[in-house]
């Protein structure tokens, strides 16, 4: 999973709507289990979040505490307010982990977590930062962390001590979970003692409120103009230079293309100005809480990251029935693989405009890719599948703890 896909709350709210689906799941896992979650605390420690790790954290809780567990967060005070774990009455610790190297923070922060993980029967960090505080401060409870992204540092000192970091995280947990192949071979590769794939699911997204025509009004577009819609945080993960770079051949075109991007970001008020020196066909709109509606109003999905795991934004353009063009990087080819997306290098305008306008020439190309994405989203796992199987490794530990 990437840093940040925007729609979070919305997301957040579909999840919650979901616990229903995953009791049924756990309440499986514990009658077939000689020890279930019943009296257990367990708390979820996250870093820094606005996007795909909170929504995943804020997804489960419901499945978890339908499992019996007393289940807490640990966390900065911002991510609990984005993702409302305390309104939907959860157990929340503020923990201030910040999404980066700072060394006094990260003093304060493991004081902070020491005396919140008091009591606790087992702790499951989401991401290297939360990872790397959990293992230093840990007693003899088992610790799980989830690896939702790959670690894109830079090169130099740096880069050096977050790799060291890294590597003390995967062999200090008691079991890896890794949101992609590659990640999990890479955790093996670090020495991880128990690495294990767990592919992390979107919550599904609710009905679009808003017809196809009701949006594309509001975005001054016709019936048959071509929207292309892209997701996730102005971040330079996310590649969108390149994005921008292809959009340079679509100014010419007299359909009245236009591409709208949802999300913010450290990047906002670059690519705005490129946006607008350069005339592109491009609209920034912001964080968005809508995004089943600009899915079901939009034509194409685009996703242009240098690195991503299973992103929320690539589950739910095929789960909508909407065509996918995406970077061959990290864990989309598991997801968009197959004939279920277009897939193409990263950093690569060229091939991203001919990925594109191929398509908008080829309406029967659309209803293949269509069907084949709604064929693979049928089969991944779901909400309920993964907190059955949280709900088994945590037995697992627990009864060997």
Not at 149 to 162: D, H, M, R, T, Y
Not at 201 to 213: C, G, K, Q, Y
Not at 233 to 254: D, F, I, M, N, V
Not at 364 to 391: I, N
Request: net charge neutral; proline share 5%.
């Amino acid at each position: 999973m990437t840093p940040s896909e925007h729609g979070s709350e919305e997301r957040a709210r579909s999840a919650a709507k979901a616990a229903p689906e995953g009791r049924a799941r756990v309440e499986h896992v514990m009658t077939s289990s000689e020890q279930g979650l019943t009296g257990r605390r367990i708390v979820q420690v996250l870093a820094t979040s606005t996007g795909g790790v909170g929504t995943h954290v804020r997804a489960i809780l419901p499945g978890l505490t339908a499992a019996g567990a007393t289940v807490t967060v640990c966390g900065p005070p911002a991510t609990d307010e984005l993702f409302g774990f305390r309104a939907a009455g959860f157990g929340f610790k503020p923990v201030r982990i910040a999404s980066g190297l700072r060394p006094v923070a990260d003093a304060r922060a493991l004081l902070s977590l020491r005396g919140a993980l008091r009591g606790a029967d087992l702790v499951h960090a989401h991401g290297l930062r939360a990872g790397l505080l959990s293992v230093l401060v840990r007693s003899a409870v088992p610790v799980v962390v989830t690896v939702h992204n790959a670690l894109l540092e830079p090169a130099g000192v740096k880069g050096g001590i977050s790799k060291a970091l890294e590597r003390l995280v995967v062999r200090g947990a008691d079991v890896v979970l890794a949101a992609s192949l590659d990640l999990a071979e890479h955790a093996r590769f670090l020495g991880g003692r128990d690495v294990r794939s767990t592919p992390v699911s979107a919550p599904a997204l609710p009905e679009a409120t808003r017809s196809r025509a009701e949006v594309r009004a509001d975005l001054g577009m016709t019936e048959t103009a071509p929207l292309l819609l892209a997701v996730g945080r102005l971040h330079p993960q996310k590649g969108y230079h390149t994005l921008l770079s292809a959009a340079r051949h679509w100014r010419g075109r007299t359909d009245g293309l236009l591409v709208v991007i949802a999300g913010d970001g450290p990047l906002s008020a670059d690519l705005a100005e490129w946006i607008a020196r350069e005339h592109l066909p491009v609209r920034l709109l912001g964080r968005r809480s809508d995004v089943a509606n600009l899915l079901a109003a939009s034509d194409l999905v685009v996703l242009t990251s240098l690195w991503e795991a299973r992103a929320l934004v690539a589950q739910e353009a095929l789960r909508a029935g909407r065509p996918l063009v995406a970077t061959a990087v990290g864990g989309i080819p598991e997801l968009a693989g197959h004939g279920a997306g277009i897939l193409i290098p990263a950093d690569d305008p060229a091939a991203l405009d001919a990925a594109v306008t191929g398509l908008l020439e080829d309406p029967a190309r659309v209803a293949a890719l269509v069907e084949a994405g709604l064929t693979a989203a049928a089969g991944w796992p779901t909400l309920e599948d993964t907190v059955g199987q949280l709900s088994a490794l945590y037995i697992e530990l627990l009864g060997s703890s």
